[in-house]
């Protein structure tokens, strides 16, 4: 390092080049890295879907998921496999082991899904995804009619919206899929004529099979003649109405004996005609068809957003308005991503502002000064070389970093120009000045970086979710800080052998602030026989030590507050789910969710604030289907989104049986709940068994958390009584003596009513549903069932009631399932005034533990969700904090050759802790600030930075001993006093850089205010207890520790 020193001053261009090389490099990198609001949390979960369109949940899970989770639940790294069976679809999501490589996990899963055997021929094949339905999408759209629209029903725009919009939107770069709801597809529909069924004796099974041959397609090899060679293919029918209707079902003779050709005409309708709708969706009280927009992995969210913007005028310019509609944006990340990125960008500058004020008011001159603020640009910027190198993105997570790393990367450049400053008072040359200062502090300086760098090392190697959250922030500091230690080496020293001209008496002339400077002095002149008394008197020096130790102890153990796992964040946007009562249709649910529609229309249509001084609603949807619906709303005002979640709520709770849950959206998970969802999952061998249990359960939990006070409780799927079935038992006798298989009869049956799915056919260069139904399927009763005329393949008729039993039962609208298990799940989320911590204990003693007590045998309660990522992130961050801790400590060691000396330095750190403590506490009298576990991440980064000035007491001590030939109390006294200018300086220009980030509010602040307030904390008190503790103790130490002075050679450093 001395030569790198040496060659720097002797070459200030290459070393002027250099910097310019990082500062190019640095914005070249910034224009090429993704933007997003936080950091890409990798999930290791693979999810397989089934659509089986019809199906009820009990035999979706039957026939279906039983089949999925055999095939899959023998595959490496899965830790569990759950299910989700609902009307018409399944979906098995397998979670892997953390560290599971999972582009092999995908190979293996399709592998195994392609495998499988025995799935239902009217299933769809199953589709295997990278990720699970808690995609959060970075935007949502809606599709509504202008006034002068065309266009008739938007539930005839499927295809319109598939190829004129889905497919152009999709065409953009880093957008993984766009979803939509409304707009039905296409499908050819032959609708049988029941009585012309009876008349023909012609059966559905035996229509079915025409259908399907027809549609099936040969390839049947090839022809070789001469040199050519031609392949062979039979061709399937070209459907269309009118060749549909031409399909024989059967010939026979007639009465004059003359062959007579049965057409699919004679029996039945064919027409086009478009799929059932499943939902209904209004915005902003138009109806409307909703769209969600999922980026890729480590895209951009920003250019994606804008390019999506680009299209969406291209559209509304183009197609859409030739067709009187317009595509809206009702959700976009990018409004709360800008504003957060502003903010901390703001943070930064004021933040950089107030650190070189802090620089000229002990400097109070510019040149020094001018030469110390170079390190933040220039290890700021650099540092987006390494995010861009690591794939990494630019996000609050990883600015909040460097906005942290501005007050600490003048750090080394501080302690080096001081000490430059101090041999030029001397008397030194500027030459001599710049090479002996830096050559003596480059060792704590560097020293003290590696202390901030390797505390980061264990929890960077976390694989939990916030160990991904913690890597950006991580290296953001780690590498401006190492930058900034290469500045304090090569710039520093360069540029004051060539500004430093001034003689030793002009050095000395400093502009004078005389209040400052007399209390600077005192407070200076106080420390320094403070640290002659504690080492020539250590009983009172020990004293004081163990004072302090006791004092930050009882601060940590009675003023740590409670722990909380992530912060929801303050996202411009509500989310809410509204709850039916089992069994409910469609309409019914519309009904209930436009009560909410009516109650939040005022709020849109007032010009400013709305009645009773309610917020303006900018944008508000609803999506309603059978069983349910959901809602979303954003405010004109950000900061006022959380005054319209009683709007949303309160008309519902009027509704009988119904309730709604509403939220505003969290960073880290999606719709209700966010980070802070708790769920128990009450597993059995059937609903049957853990019913009861769950029961129990809820009302433990709202008599413990009331709704009242603002909890949500829920269940997962919806305890009741089931959603009402007609029940058809086939009699298997019966059947036999109609000629009729259980088969037969189901195909039958499903044509009569909803429909069979015979195939995908070609129709227009797309594929669309030929559907086999009945001219009776939407208008069947109840009591039209027992007469429902069934033809065997014999051409009998008979009665659905000859051969059928009906019953009427209450089923499960959804079923789920944890490792073959069925599963309900209960899912408490608490309010903002109670800590997850104090909820799950809360629980766990109140709630779990008395019920594990008579819970029935075969029945399991299980911790989950937010209460499972607690404990084990809680877990994993203390193990890997003194792990830190420990590496801190060998470092240290090697460092000054000693394992006592760095003991001197370690004691510091508990005591800084109180400082963060103290900082949350103080900081929670103004606002809420909970322990979460990014707040965490500030007593890891305190552990590594509040050692730095105690390493530099420590290493000048040695120095005046080794090289200067001191007593040990002369030499301790000596560093103190020469360490106590540098010590304030640093310190203060951390502080004062941290101080944007801790009091300024807005988007995204909530993920590191914690942070900032804890380092400030922590750094304010170690700036002062350093002073008190550390000459006692290395006094202490240096009974032990023999340290001979160093007989130093002369050095001839210029030629």
Known sequence: MNGLIKLSIKQPIAVAAFIFLIIAFGIVALKKIPIQMTPDIDKPVLQVRVSWPGASPEDVEREVVTRLELAVVSLS????????????????????????????????????????????SEARRPTVRTSNSDDSPISRLAMVQLPNSKVEDLGSLGDFVEFQIIEKLSRIEGISEITFRGGQKKELRVALDTQKLAEFSISVPVILEALRASSAQVTAGEIIEGKRSYSLRAEAISYTPETAKNIILRSELDEEGRLVNIKLEDVAKIFMSYKKPTSFRRMNGQDAITFAVIREPNSNV???INNLKIQIKKLNEGVLAENGLVLKNVYDETIYI????????????????????ILMLFLRSFRPTFIIMLAIPVSVIGTFVAISWLGLSVNVISLAGLAFAVGMVVDASIVSQENIYRLKQSGMTSLMASYNGSRQVWAPILGSALTTVVVFIPILLLDLPIGQLFRDIGIAISVSVLISVLISVTLIPTLAA????????????????????????????????????????????????????????????????????????????????????????????????????????????????????????????????????????????????????????????????????????????????????????ITGSSLELIQPTAQKIIRLIRNEFPPKNGHQVRSVPQMGAGSPQVMIQPIPEKLANAGMTAREFAQSLDAYNDGVRVAEIPFEGRLIDLVLTSNKANTNKIDDLKDLPLITKTGELVRLSQVADIKLLGVPEQIKR?????????????????????????????????IEKDKPQGVSINLSGAASELERTWLAMKNNVMIALFVIFLLLTVLMRSFV????????????????????????????????????????????????NSILMVEQTLWHIRYENMKTAEAISEATRNRIRPIFMSTLTSLF??????????????????????????????????????????????KTEKIKPVTESEEDVFV
């Open 498 to 681: 060539k500004v430093l001209k001034e003689s030793k008496d002009e050095i000395n002339k400093t502009r004078s602030i005389i209040f400052i400077d007399k209390f600077a002095s005192k407070f200076a002149k106080v420390i320094q026989n403070y640290a002659f008394w504690s080492t020539n008197s250590l009983k009172f020096g020990l004293s004081v030590v163990f004072g302090l130790i006791f004092t930050a102890t009882a601060i940590i153990t009675f003023f740590l507050p409670p722990l909380d796992y992530l912060p929801d964040g303050n996202r411009n946007f509500v989310f809410a789910r509204i709850m039916v009562p089992s069994g409910y249709n469609k309409e019914a649910t519309i009904d209930i969710s436009r009560a909410m529609e009516k109650a939040a229309q005022p709020l849109w249509e007032a010009e400013k604030d709305g009645p009773f001084g309610k917020p303006k609603i900018a944008r508000f949807f609803f999506v309603a289907y059978s069983g349910g619906a959901f809602a979303g709303a954003a405010t004109e005002n950000p900061d006022r989104v959380k005054e319209i979640l009683p709007v949303l709520t309160k008309p519902i709770r009027s509704q009988p049986g119904a309730r709604a849950f509403a939220q505003q959206a969290s960073l880290f998970g999606r719709s209700v709940g966010g980070a802070r969802v708790i769920k128990l999952e």
């Open 338 to 357: 800008n504003a957060a990125i502003a903010l901390v960008q703001q943070n930064i500058l004021i933040g950089g502002i107030l650190a070189i004020c």
């Open 818 to 850: 944890l490792s073959g298990r069925r599963v309900l799940t209960i899912q408490l989320r608490p309010h903002e005034s109670i800590s997850l911590e104090d909820a799950v204990l809360k629980l766990q003693n109140l709630v779990v533990s008395p």
């Open 901 to 948: 000396l760095p003991l001197v330095i370690m004691i510091t750190v508990p005591v800084a802790g109180a400082g963060g403590v103290m900082g949350l506490v103080i900081l929670n009298q103004f606002s809420p600030q909970p322990l979460d576990m990014l707040t965490m991440l500030g007593f890891i980064i305190l552990a590594g930075i509040v050692v730095n």
């Open 302 to 304: 920003v250019e994606i």
């Open 993 to 1038: 850089g941290l101080i944007p980030l801790v009091i300024f509010p807005g988007s995204g602040s909530e993920l590191y205010r914690g942070i900032g307030t804890v380092v400030f904390g922590g750094l304010a008190t170690s700036a002062i207890l350093t002073l008190l503790m550390v000459p006692p103790l290395l006094a202490l130490a240096l």
């Open 77 to 120: 790294g899965v830790e569990n496999v759950e299910s989700d069976s609902r009307f018409g679809s399944a979906r098995v999501t397998l979670t892997y082991s953390l560290g599971q490589d999972m582009d092999i996990a995908l190979i293996q899963l399709l592998s195994k899904v392609a495998s499988i055997d025995g799935l239902p």
